[in-house]
């Protein structure tokens, strides 16, 4: 037999985390449990499972041994997809109740039941079948065996049609303690979905967890579960569904151009960065201007505030420079505040993956995530950012996290940590105490793929923005504040007096420079004329020769030619 | 006197046996419901059987899942059903004479939208 035909058949659920957790859905064919206390989401997973269906055309059959078939419609009209599945023609709801004052004379079985959802299903050619709060009906059967027995009964019977049977059950009891009902058949049946509901800090946590799959590779971690207007939603365990955009190579100005070179020319589109800091550090301030930079450039940026309502962010960034009215009124900025406490971390992280969907950013600032992470689990915390930060890089999205260093809180340490590894840069904001005065220093602790400086810097705010001050060292320590500007003026001192000497110096040279090329000049003049005195007399001196020559020459002719009275030679008496 | 009220001898209301066909705990029900019948002396004017196999829709209708069962209705009373192949003889005798009481008898339960 070939691999392929053994492989477990499955329907999708339409629900993309349960699809996901389960590696596709439920199996085409069989009984599915869905065990869990009251109010944990039983029957509304079993109707979303429904409408989704129903959207794709499938038929299904709910019966309800629990609530009333009124109060199962009011149930599904609380949600989104309950309108369409009420309104469908597609499925049956039928009232399965027993009578309050049914009793037992003997043994019985379920083949009425299956003969009855076997007509149903046939009339409206359905593949789903929701026996709704099933200990309900197995109450009634006398023993553990009995119930197992009737169970497999329906599973086998439903594997031989074809259909996909939900069976929903509490496993406690109205007045406390576990039902055994349930329980009993647990061991039956191939497939089991836990749900469960418990109050923390006086706040519902629902939880889900895939406690048996046979034949299906399924993720076997409880996995939280929010129960919202769009119905039930197992956030952490979808993955993003479009295929991750490359890693890109274009850098993008953080709005502080210092910073910018300390990042070695911006921080790479897509990527996420971490700034940390203590209280009053300029997370915030810092995280703005990057914001207001990426709009100002036309990019869609939404900042998520969970400390800081957004009007007052706004007011706020106007007293050092950053201008994010117009921003947000361009429709370039959306500035939008949650409050931590007022949902779980699991909620706040179904809805900013919303606002994700609605505004399409590209960027994203949630500013600070430690408020989110503080309310959540160490695994969760873990879970959630790093199921956040792989839908943000799939898009592309730039990605800011603020988060406040809290002394004493290893818990929220150990999960900052996390997310720091997560991270592709991390911009670590503190408090330098240097000469009675405390200033707030930046460092890079790390930028992947990035040369980038590891000098600590001071941060400077004022009412032109956010800058980083140069770096001035003194011993091991980097000057900041009042004595960073001491030494400022020292060395723009220094410079200006190496300036002022490297003048006179420069006019010193210049000076002589010409001196002497006017000695120059004058020594050529000199040379000049004594060149040509020296020509004239040579001139004269050769006119003179040749006159002497030529009067030498008139006085021999003329002496040739006089008699010689003596035969001695001319010239001498 | 009309059959539909309680009186000695007769079985108050209308009795329903929902079963499925000729299965082994079907036939002991039709046998165990006929012999306490007889053995109390009553007599139901009407009783009717649903064979779920043969007319599923009536389970579907009546809210009867568990078979075998039977039903008894009361204009005003609620619906009565005591589930079971009727083996248990003290259990059977007390709910055909009983006089019954509760809530009132809600009639075929299906809900389907269409």
């Known amino acids: 037999m070939q691999m392929a035909e053994r492989a477990l058949e499955k329907r999708a659920t339409g629900i993309p985390g349960l699809d996901a957790a389960t590696g596709g859905g439920l199996p085409v064919a069989g009984a599915v449990l869905v065990s869990g206390g009251s109010g944990c989401g039983k029957t509304v997973l079993a109707l979303q499972i429904l409408a989704r269906a129903l959207e794709r055309g499938d038929g299904a059959v709910f019966v309800s041994f629990e609530e009333s078939a009124e109060q199962v419609r009011r149930d599904a009209a609380s949600f989104q997809w309950g309108p369409a599945l009420l309104a469908s023609g597609r499925w049956t709801l039928i009232d399965g109740r027993p009578p309050v004052n049914a009793d037992v004379a003997g043994t019985f079985d379920l083949e009425g039941l299956i003969a009855g959802m076997g007509a149903s299903l046939e009339r409206i050619d359905g593949s789903w079948l929701v026996l709704d709060g099933i200990d309900h009906l197995l109450e009634l059967l006398p023993d553990e065996v009995t119930r197992a027995n009737q169970i497999r009964r329906l599973h086998e019977w439903c594997e031989e049609r074809g259909t996909t049977l939900l069976l929903t059950g509490k496993t406690d009891r109205p007045g406390g303690g576990e039902s055994m009902h349930v329980a009993g058949i647990e061991y039956i049946l191939p497939t089991i979905l836990c749900l469960s509901a418990e109050l923390a800090a006086h706040r519902l946590n629902r939880r889900f967890r895939v406690a048996k799959y046979r034949g299906s590779g399924h993720v076997t971690d409880e996995l939280p579960l929010v129960m919202t207007a769009e119905g039930i939603q197992l956030p952490y365990s979808e993955m993003p569904a479009e295929m991750p955009v490359a890693a890109s190579r274009e850098r993008v100005s953080t709005g502080v151009a210092r910073l910018d070179e300390v990042l070695g020319g911006g921080l790479y589109r897509g990527a996420t960065t971490l700034i940390s800091g203590a209280p009053g550090t300029a997370k915030t301030t810092l995280a703005a201007s990057m914001a207001a930079a990426a709009a100002g450039r036309g990019e869609r940026v939404l900042y998520l505030s969970f400390d800081e309502l957004g009007d007052r962010i706004v007011r706020n960034m106007e007293s050092v420079g950053i201008s994010l009215a117009p921003l947000r009124d361009a429709g370039h900025l959306f500035v939008e505040s949650h409050e931590a406490w007022s949902a779980l971390a699991e909620e706040h992280h179904v809805q900013i993956l919303q606002r994700i969907d609605a505004v399409a950013p590209d960027w994203l600032i949630i500013d600070p995530v430690s408020a989110l992470l503080k309310i959540a689990e160490p695994a969760d915390a873990h879970s959630s950012t790093e199921h956040l930060l792989a839908i943000a890089r799939s898009r592309g999205v730039t990605t800011i996290l603020t988060s406040l260093l809290e002394t004493g809180s290893d818990r929220l340490e150990a999960t900052l940590s996390n997310v720091s590894t997560l991270a592709d840069n991390w911009i670590s904001l503190s408090y330098r105490v240097l000469c009675g005065e405390r200033n707030r220093a930046l460092s890079v602790v790390k930028s992947r793929g990035s040369a980038h400086s590891n000098q600590v810097r001071e941060l400077l705010l004022s009412s032109d923005g956010v800058d980083l001050a140069d770096v001035y060292e003194y011993g091991s320590e980097v000057l900041m504040g009042t004595a960073r500007v001491q030494k400022e003026n020292e060395e723009a001192a220094a410079r200006r007096r190496v300036q002022t000497e490297r003048e006179q110096r420069r006019r010193d040279l210049e000076r002589d420079l010409e001196q002497a090329r006017m000695r120059m000049k004058q020594a050529e003049s000199e040379t000049q004329r004594l060149a040509e005195e020296l020509e004239l007399e040579q001139r004269a001196a050769a006119e003179f020769d040749r006159e002497a020559h030529t009067q030498r020459e008139g006085v021999r002719r003329q002496r040739g030619r006089a008699p010689r009275d003596d035969g001695d030679q001319g010239g001498r008496k | ?114």
């Not at chain 2, 046998?31 to 007319?55: F, M, P, T």
């Not at chain 2, 589930?83 to 299906?110: C, I, M, N, V």
């Open chain 2, 1 to 114: 006197m009309n059959a539909m009220e309680s009186c000695a001898g007769i079985v108050r209301g209308r009795l329903i046996l929902f079963h499925t066909g000729n299965a082994p705990r079907s036939r002991r029900a039709r046998d165990n419901l006929a012999q306490a019948l007889e053995r109390l002396g009553l007599k139901s004017d009407v009783r009717d059987e649903v064979d779920l196999i043969v007319q599923p829709e009536q389970g579907v209708q009546y809210g009867v899942f568990a078979t075998p069962a039977l039903v008894r209705l009361v204009e005003g009373d609620p619906a009565a059903v005591l589930y079971g192949d009727l083996s248990d003889a003290p259990s059977l005798e007390r709910f055909l004479t009983d006089a019954g009481s509760g809530e009132p008898y809600p009639g075929p339960r299906q809900s389907a939208p269409d």
